[in-house]
Nanobody, 123 residues
Framework: QVQLVESGGGLVQAGGSLRLSCAASEGTFTFSRAAMGWFRQAPGKEREFVATINWNYSTYYADSVKGRFTISRDNAKNTVYLQMSSLEPEDTAVYYC???????????????WGQGTQVTVSS
């Protein structure tokens, strides 16, 4: 059974940085061949795309985080990261990692999801 476990969330002041991690246990998918994505959901809002990284390390970001967030992966550790800098109160949300066969901003193809980690940015 595939498990994705996020960590690294917390409380940070505006302008600060955090690094989220998502560790995957391989079951029915091979991490190195998977596209990994980060999504977030703020209270009362829909879950939205943040960033994705393909098996070949190509990346794609939401406009709202471009230039501030960086997604990366370490296949030897079955882990994907989200480095977040210049954080804003609007970045406050539960952040989820997910795995899919293709790198996309759409939620549909992501078959496996983590439980989420809370990020709170104070003004």
């Amino acid at each position: 059974q595939v498990q994705l476990v996020e960590s690294g969330g917390g409380l940070v002041q505006a302008g600060g940085s955090l690094r989220l991690s998502c560790a995957a246990s391989e079951g029915t998918f091979t991490f190195s061949r998977a596209a990994m994505g980060w999504f977030r959901q703020a209270p009362g809002k829909e879950r939205e795309f943040v960033a994705t990284i393909n098996w070949n390390y190509s990346t794609y970001y939401a406009d709202s985080v471009k230039g501030r967030f960086t997604i990366s992966r370490d296949n030897a550790k079955n882990t994907v990261y989200l480095q977040m800098s210049s954080l804003e109160p609007e970045d406050t949300a539960v952040y989820y990692c997910a795995a899919a066969g293709i790198a996309t901003a759409n939620r549909g193809p992501y078959k496996y999801w983590g439980q989420g980690t809370q990020v709170t940015v104070s003004s």
